[in-house]
């Protein structure tokens, strides 16, 4: 919490000045050719003196304790009124006031010297928590096809309908041998049906799969929708299934899959380069949960 403390100063025009030099000089030298003849120095000099003001050093004092108590009276610095007070000398109360304040102030100095130091020595804490378990959860893992549908599913109405998603203009030639039109009901079309129809299919990328050295099958896999489409996770813990678990790492105490990214299927980037985009797969390791990001996850390229 910041330290902030107000005072006001006053400059008012009404306040007279006191002391040595509160009269002029066309005013001092007024009355000391008044006091004599005007023809004499001598008598300027003895009589002159005799009618100016005599400074006094103690009115000058009291002066200044009444300006500091008027400053300090305008002023948020708590105790500091208690010690100046207007027209009032010295007391014990004052002397307790002062005292109380010199310690606070102490204190307060104290910290913040203490505060500096320790910030300037950049201290941190480091905390391991190290535990035994017999064995381990195994994470979720998740990996979708960098393509996102594939080309030999892709019909003509595909083309209309999703055009913009896939980058495709109506004035462009696909390029490649277009499927049939598919069945649908209503000739309505499904955003549903044509990413459940133009998927890659579990069934068709899986080639190998073992964990722990037993072997897994498709069934092992729970499929999600991602931004990269239709995806995959192995162990996700929503599919009525027990929670997989590892008794130690390393080769053969994990999962192992061989996968085919099916890249005969890739649809071609329609443009004026014709190139095609990024081939592989992305990998997430997670813990398991209700919605998975495979963006945060790893690029496995084909090979």
């Known amino acids: 919490m910041p ?15 006191r002391g040595l030099g509160k009269d002029g000089f066309d005013d001092r030298y007024r009355k000391g050719i008044k006091s004599g003849d005007g023809d004499s120095r001598g008598e300027y000099g003895e009589d ?7 400074y006094d050093e103690d009115e000058d004092d009291a002066s200044e304790l009444d300006s500091l108590a008027a400053f300090f009276d305008s002023c948020s610095l708590h105790g500091a009124n208690h010690i100046f007070a207007e027209d009032k000398k010295f ?33 941190h804490v480091t905390m391991l928590d190290e535990r035994n378990a017999p064995n381990l959860t195994f994470p979720a893992v998740t990996f979708c096809n960098y393509n996102y549908f ?3 599913q892709i019909s003509y109405s595909d083309l209309l309908f999703m055009g913009q998603l896939l980058g ?8 490649i041998p277009l499927a049939p039109e598919p069945d649908r009901q209503g000739s309505r079309f499904s955003l549903d049906e044509f990413h459940n129809r133009t ?9 190998e799969c073992n964990f722990r050295g037993k072997e897994c099958g498709p069934d092992a896999f729970r499929e999600i ?11 996700s813990g929503q599919d009525n299934r027990p929670l997989l678990v590892t008794m130690k790492g390393g080769m053969g105490n994990g999962l192992e899959l061989m996968l085919d990214i099916q890249q005969d299927e890739y649809l071609p980037v329609w443009g004026e380069t014709g190139e095609e985009g990024g081939r ?18 790893e690029t496995w390229r084909e090979g």
């Open 3 to 17: 330290v902030r403390i107000m005072c006001s100063i006053s400059f008012s025009a009404d306040d007279e000045p």
């Open 48 to 54: 002159g003196c005799d009618e100016l003001d005599v």
């Open 91 to 123: 007391s014990v109360r004052q002397g307790l006031w002062t005292i109380v304040f010199l310690l606070a102030l102490s204190a307060f100095l104290l910290q913040v010297f203490d505060r500096v130091i320790y910030y300037l020595s950049y201290d």
């Open 150 to 152: 594939r080309r030999s």
């Open 168 to 175: 495709y203009e109506d004035n462009m030639a696909p390029g």
């Open 199 to 207: 998927r890659h299919r579990i069934e068709d990328m899986l080639l």
């Open 225 to 235: 929708f991602t931004r990269y489409g239709k995806c995959y996770t192995f162990n």
């Open 280 to 297: 592989g797969l992305e990998m997430m390791l997670d813990i398991q949960q209700d919605e998975y990001l495979p963006v945060w996850g």
